[in-house]
């Protein structure tokens, strides 16, 4: 099955700052790779998205970049904010069958202020 | 747009008895809905699939005498915990994937059971 990987597991940057979050995949049969944000006591909220017939994808101050040879995806988020705080999973997902969604580990993002 | 619930959002309850967990897609209809458990500090995990008026299919190691999945229509999904136990106390979320946006799952706000 899908084994998708997380890194870092905890980002901490300043106000204004850049993070970067990055993701690998193991199943080439992947072809959609969600991103979610998800505050304390809430369910994962979707905050962008990336098909595999596209290497990147912008809304705003949040990007998404995909490489499909080497099977990793990331998340840019430019001038944070500390709204912005919050854990972030990345996820894929197969073609096939129930399109199940596999999740990462998880990037708990603070921002400071 | 793509809204969904969950009723309630935290419930308490005795030892040996069964809560029931509503999931509602308000804006679309969900064709298939999922269930999700998360612990403290953890990811998602995946327990069951379920599309409208057809049996759930469930993960490896999900007893399904245990968590009940109903997917009466297409836009309610209910999970029922049965004879619940302080182990099954946990953050459980469902989501939701309608015709139009293939792959796309929305996430409701999730239900926080706590089992005494």
């Known amino acids: 099955g899908e084994n998708v990987e997380q890194h870092p597991s905890t980002l901490s940057v300043q106000e204004g700052d850049s993070a970067v979050i990055k993701c690998t995949y193991s199943?080439?049969?992947?072809?959609?790779f969600p991103w979610y944000k998800q505050e304390l006591g809430k369910g994962p909220q979707l905050i962008i998205d990336?098909?595999?017939?596209?290497g990147e994808k912008k809304d705003q101050r949040i990007a998404v970049t995909l490489n499909k040879t080497a099977k990793h995806f990331s998340l840019h988020i430019t001038e944070t904010q500390p709204e912005d705080s919050a854990v972030y999973f990345c996820?894929?997902?197969?073609?096939?069958?129930?399109?199940?969604?596999?999740f990462g580990t998880g990037t708990k993002l603070q921002v400071i202020p | 747009g793509a809204v969904v619930s969950q009723h309630p959002s935290w419930v308490i309850c005795k030892s040996g008895t069964s809560v029931k967990i509503e999931c509602r897609s308000l804006?679309?209809?969900?064709?298939?809905m999922f269930w999700y458990r998360q612990f403290p500090k953890q990811s998602l995990m995946l327990m069951a699939t379920?599309?409208?008026?057809?049996?759930?299919?469930?993960e490896q190691g999900v007893e399904k005498d245990k968590f009940l999945i109903n997917h009466a229509s297409l836009t309610l999904s209910t999970l029922t915990v049965t004879s619940a136990h302080p182990e099954d106390s946990s953050f459980y979320i469902c989501?939701?994937?309608?015709?139009?946006?293939?792959?796309?799952?929305?996430f409701g706000p999730g239900t926080r059971l706590t089992v005494l």
């Open positions: 990336i098909r595999s017939n596209v």
């Open positions: 199943d080439s049969a992947s072809n959609y």
């Open positions: 804006d679309f209809q969900a064709t298939t």
């Open positions: 996820a894929a997902m197969n073609s096939g069958g129930y399109q199940k969604v596999t």
């Open positions: 379920s599309n409208e008026g057809s049996k759930a299919t469930y």
């Open positions: 989501s939701a994937r309608g015709w139009e946006a293939e792959g796309t799952q929305y």
